[in-house]
């Protein structure tokens, strides 16, 4: 073909650099000014951001919480997807469009919505509380308002059709027929999961993780929400440094840890990958 | 003819007995437990990613007089919170809508040839390349807002246009989130394609373009369509980019409700919420009719 396709890719190529090197260029280096109130910016170069931040065991506390939540947010997401995922790869088509069609629907649908539907379903007195409380299965009423747990269940709604889809396009890759043969050689079921299907998937799960990782780092809403202010992860302190404080330097530093950690995490885990698909080629 | 009969018979039976006994050594083989369970767990799953919508959709039809008393079940049915939507609602749900779309648009526009360069280039630093134009994903959603803040404050002290606010500036950061998704599922309907088809139209006397057009185009419509649907699903949805470049007279449906929700709880918020609901449900068998939804399944690679 003479068309000329790296021709074709200049054009976005210049808008997507372009974009990305002047953002994340300028709030870097707006994270190393000193703020001096009310908005205003003292443009003196400085790490007093970064020191007051890794100084200060507010911030250190937010930290950990953050990935606390992510994480366990993260492990509980695949947790739910992997078995969905699996069944829509291996089901009869329609049924497998109804599956479908109801998780594009419900991760159409904004966040903001998923948490009113939340907060009603776990308010004190609502029916499922009453129900809970009547079987004896907790004692006191759960609610998802200004508790850790909360924001998790908020940041699953979050992520969860989107790692059902991440995790299908993995399964599905894996030919039936390898589970069949190690059927016929007389692996049960729970072995064929664990020791064949789990395995090749692994590489794509991990990478499905990490996504899934990177979405609830950035998430803003749940937290915002379900947190009611004692609950502060990264994007919530990022968001009122800008909104309620209006320390722009502050808001930047915070955003610039943010993003390091979340490249930092990436790239560890692309290196572990790595070694592992390596180990496995050695193996095999 | 009786006797003929007689062995059908029999052989039916034989048959019957034969599944009967597949049953019950299914059933003791214990081969059942993980369809069984693989079903218990999606419908878990389906419930709990639903009742929260169902639940929005329910209360919104509560007929009491107090305020900020949200009921599920809904008691003495009533649609007066629906005639209370603030008109507020319905304008940020159009600006929301055209976002998304104009979104998707540019997305797709940006999205696609650099998708036809990374797969059919043959680009020097090919792998450095595609990491540029994958890094928004890695970003996250916040610092994207609080970048692109700062960006158009900076470029509004230069050149006395400041986007923050504008339709503009939320397009931008709309894009630059979006464009990646497009790109993912375009190269990954690109790299499964059959690159014989474009050479028999070419051995055929069509022109390049004209295979671009009629063969290349239509093949990879598939990504393009799921990248667009990704991309129009990010901007509908939201809140962590456009909180910051919004301004209160000029707001996102999410944000709307977002600030609808932490200031001053209004139960018209679920009435509202409720039509956007049925709106998605809507916006989505369409989707369903023209292209399929399972082009989502077909060319999923956002990695």
Redo the contacts between chains.
């Keep these: ?3 000329n ?9 210049v ?3 372009l ?2 090197v ?3 260029y ?2 870097i280096k ?1 994270s190393f000014y000193k703020n001096v109130g009310f908005g205003i910016v003292d443009k003196t170069f400085g790490f007093q951001n970064y020191k007051n931040l890794f100084l200060d065991s507010f911030y250190i506390d937010a930290i950990i919480e953050t990935f606390m939540v992510s994480g366990l947010a993260t492990v509980f997401t695949i947790l ?2 992997y ?2 995922a ?3 790869a291996r089901m009869k ?1 329609n049924r ?2 109804i ?23 776990f ?1 004190a007195d ?2 499922l509380n009453k129900i809970l409380i009547f079987l004896g299965i907790i004692s006191e009423p759960f609610t998802v308002i200004g508790n850790i747990s909360g924001v998790i269940v908020g940041l699953i ?1 979050f992520c ?2 989107f790692a059902v ?2 995790i ?2 993995v399964v ?1 890759t894996i030919p039936k027929s390898y589970e069949e043969a190690a059927q016929i050689h007389g692996a049960s ?1 729970i072995n064929v999961f664990l020791k064949v299907i789990i395995p090749i998937t692994m590489p794509g799960i991990i ?2 993780a ?2 899934i990782f ?2 609830c ?5 749940s937290a ?2 379900l947190g009611g202010g004692r609950v502060l992860t ?2 919530v302190l ?2 009122r440094a ?1 909104i309620m404080e209006v320390n ?1 330097p502050m ?2 530093t915070l ?1 610039a840890l ?2 390091a950690f ?2 930092g995490i ?1 790239l560890l885990s692309i290196a572990l990958l790595k070694r592992f698909r390596m180990t496995k080629a050695i193996v095999t | 003819m009786s006797s003929r009969k007689l062995a059908d018979g029999r052989a039916e039976m034989k048959n019957g007995t034969r599944m009967i006994r597949h049953w019950l050594g299914d059933i003791a083989s214990l081969r059942w437990v993980e369809p069984a369970g693989v079903a218990v767990w999606c419908a878990g799953v389906l419930v709990f990613m639903l009742a929260p919508l169902v639940v929005t959709v329910g209360a919104s039809f509560h007929g009491g007089s107090e305020y900020a008393v949200v009921v599920f079940p809904p008691e003495n049915l009533s649609l007066q919170w629906y005639e209370r939507i603030p008109g507020a609602h319905y304008q940020a749900f159009f600006l929301s809508i055209f976002l998304a779309a104009l979104t998707a648009l540019i997305s797709c526009l940006l999205g696609v040839p650099a998708a036809l360069g990374l797969v059919r280039g043959n680009l020097p630093g090919k792998q450095v390349i595609s990491a540029i134009f994958r890094a928004p994903l890695q970003i996250p959603a916040v610092v994207i807002g609080v970048a692109f803040m700062q960006l158009f404050y900076a470029v509004g002290n230069q050149t006395g246009w400041y986007a923050v606010g504008t339709f503009w500036g939320l397009l931008i950061g709309h894009v630059f989130h979006a464009t990646p998704y497009v790109i993912g599922t375009t190269t990954a309907v690109l790299q499964r394609f059959n690159a014989n088809l474009e050479e028999a139209a070419l051995i055929h006397g069509a022109s390049p373009m004209r295979v671009f057009v009629r063969v290349t185009l239509p093949l990879i419509m598939p990504g393009v369509y799921a990248g667009g649907l990704y991309a129009f699903m990010m901007s509908f949805g939201d809140v962590p980019i456009s909180m910051f470049l919004t301004s209160s007279s000029f707001l996102t449906y999410p944000i709307e409700l977002f600030f609808g929700m932490e200031n001053d709880f209004d139960p018209s918020i679920l009435a509202s919420s409720s039509l956007v609901i049925v709106f998605s449900l809507l916006f989505m068998l369409v989707v369903q009719k023209i292209v399929g939804l399972d082009v989502l399944l077909k060319s999923n690679n956002v990695n």
């Design positions: 073909m003479n068309l396709w790296r021709a074709m890719l200049v054009p976005s190529f808008v997507s650099l974009l990305m002047a953002s994340q300028l709030f707006s739910m997807a078995p969905v699996y069944a829509i088509p497998a469009m599956l479908l069609a109801t998780i594009v629907v419900s991760t159409f649908i904004t966040i903001v919505i998923k948490v009113f539907g939340l907060i009603i379903i308010s609502g029916w709604h969860l059709g889809l991440l299908y396009s599905q079921r990478i499905g990490i996504t990177n979405m780092m950035g998430a803003f809403t915002a929400l990264l994007p990022i968001q800008v722009y808001a930047a955003a943010l993003l979340v490249m990436n």
